[in-house]
């Protein structure tokens, strides 16, 4: 949520709140994958596990819907609280990329957008969430996995 206080520990529930939305934060090739989304614009897939749903589950669905990216080997790696009028937490994953499909049915998104390091810090198009001092750690923590 724009301007709210956001809360990042890398560690399991560490925040003493349940996470039951997701982030997906990959890098593939030397390029990380994000979408563009029809409101807020350039940022990592993600969103919220559905009834009956693990939030794994929900990370590898919200790939797939947002990108047409099918990933696999799914490390959970951080927590973020956004407090805000309705306080959650989301789960933070990385994972290995098993396929892409050039033609995806979409939900709410543009689909697959592969940038580089210097594309993604020159972007003009960031959602907001995209901005925060918080992703850059997540940023550098995967680019340390992927290593």
């Given at each position: 949520?724009?301007?709210?206080?956001?809360?990042?520990?890398?560690?399991?529930?560490?925040?003493?709140?349940?996470?039951?939305?997701?982030?997906?934060?990959?890098?593939?090739?030397?390029?990380?994958?994000?979408?563009?989304?029809?409101?807020?614009?350039?940022e990592f897939p993600g969103g919220k596990a559905e009834d009956g749903?693990?939030?794994?589950?929900?990370?590898?669905?919200?790939?797939?819907?947002?990108?047409?990216?099918?990933?696999?080997?799914?490390?959970?790696?951080?927590?973020?609280?956004?407090?805000?009028?309705?306080?959650?937490?989301?789960?933070?994953?990385?994972?290995?990329?098993?396929?892409?499909?050039?033609?995806?049915?979409?939900?709410?998104?543009?689909?697959?957008?592969?940038?580089?390091?210097?594309?993604?810090?020159?972007?003009?198009?960031?959602?907001?969430?995209?901005?925060?001092?918080?992703?850059?750690?997540?940023?550098?923590?995967?680019?340390?996995?992927?290593?």
């Amino acid at each position: 949520m724009q301007g709210a206080q956001v809360e990042l520990t890398f560690g399991e529930n560490c925040l003493g709140m349940e996470a039951r939305h997701v982030l997906v934060v990959l890098k593939h090739e030397g390029r990380w994958l994000v979408t563009r989304h029809s409101v807020r614009g350039i940022e990592f897939p993600g969103g919220k596990a559905e009834d009956g749903e693990t939030i794994s589950e929900a990370a590898i669905r919200e790939t797939i819907e947002e990108t047409g990216v099918t990933i696999t080997e799914l490390v959970k790696f951080a927590e973020y609280v956004v407090m805000s009028n309705v306080t959650f937490c989301k789960a933070v994953f990385t994972g290995k990329v098993s396929s892409i499909d050039e033609n995806p049915q979409l939900y709410e998104t543009e689909g697959a957008l592969w940038m580089t390091d210097d594309e993604l810090a020159s972007c003009e198009e960031l959602s907001f969430h995209m901005k925060d001092a918080g992703m850059a750690k997540i940023r550098k923590w995967v680019d340390a996995y992927v290593s």
